[in-house]
């Protein structure tokens, strides 16, 4: 993972540094470096002690629950609205999720240390970086009640729906293998799903690679949880 020390900040491109009033950005900018988000690759494991906090300038990060049965269940992601990291806003120091690379992209990193001095030392850092918290956690809860009571349509229209707004882009570097992976769901009922998109024109699935042809229409078909969780997302954001 090639790193760059100094992000400039005409290349500011992570939406949660960017509301940061320019005193507060100027604190952590020093500490900042620019690295690469290669897909797979796994930023902190669950319960691993966390070295930095990244934050998303593109693609897309994935947090993940590894089952003792095997495979895992996705609860959250995070693009360029937010951070890998979360614990550090809470005055902890250890992973609660996997956080995996989905989709491939950029990152400011900081180190954990330098980060968690900046937030207790500062009341304006604290209380931008607690509503951040305050919404991911949202989306954790948001995202169980989806896992539990919707539809592997509506839950895959969703996720899909999510990844869109998180890269800002219809084109998603995406593999079925991955997304049964992070819906926790047979690789066979993703193929199935997908087709069907597909058939009604909201989508087209190729290997490896999905375009969102009809974001109104896919939205219809999905659960009232991709309107919630970027809605308060928007509130924290703007």
Request: hydrophobic share 40%; glycine share 10%; aromatic share 6%.
């Amino acid at each position: 993972m090639a790193a760059r020390k100094g992000a400039a900040s005409s290349s500011l491109r992570n939406r949660l540094l960017d509301r940061l009033p320019p005193k507060q950005l100027d604190r952590l900018h020093a500490d900042l470096e620019t690295v690469a988000l290669e897909v797979r690759k796994t930023l902190h494991k669950r319960g691993s002690r966390l070295e930095y906090a990244y934050f998303p300038q593109s693609g897309m990060v994935s947090f993940v629950i590894p089952i003792e049965e095997g495979g895992s269940v996705e609860v959250g992601t995070v693009g360029s609205e937010g951070m890998v990291g979360i614990s550090l806003l809470l005055g902890g120091e250890l992973g609660l999720q996997e956080a995996m690379v989905q989709i491939e992209g950029q990152a400011l990193r900081m180190p954990a240390r330098k980060l968690k001095m900046a937030i207790e030392d500062d009341g304006v850092l604290r209380l931008h970086f607690g509503l951040f918290a305050q919404c991911f956690h949202f989306q954790v809860a948001q995202t169980a009640a989806c896992n539990a009571g919707h539809t592997l349509d509506q839950r895959l229209a969703r996720w899909l729906l999510l990844a869109r707004y998180r890269i800002g882009s219809d084109e998603l570097p995406l593999t079925h293998e991955f997304l049964s992976m992070m819906l926790a769901v047979r690789r066979a009922g993703v193929t199935v799903t997908a087709g069907t998109l597909q058939q009604a024109g909201l989508i087209r699935h190729r290997r490896g690679h999905v375009t969102v042809l009809d974001p109104r229409g896919l939205e219809e078909v999905s659960c009232e949880c991709y309107r919630r969780i970027t809605e308060q997302e928007e509130a924290v954001l703007s």
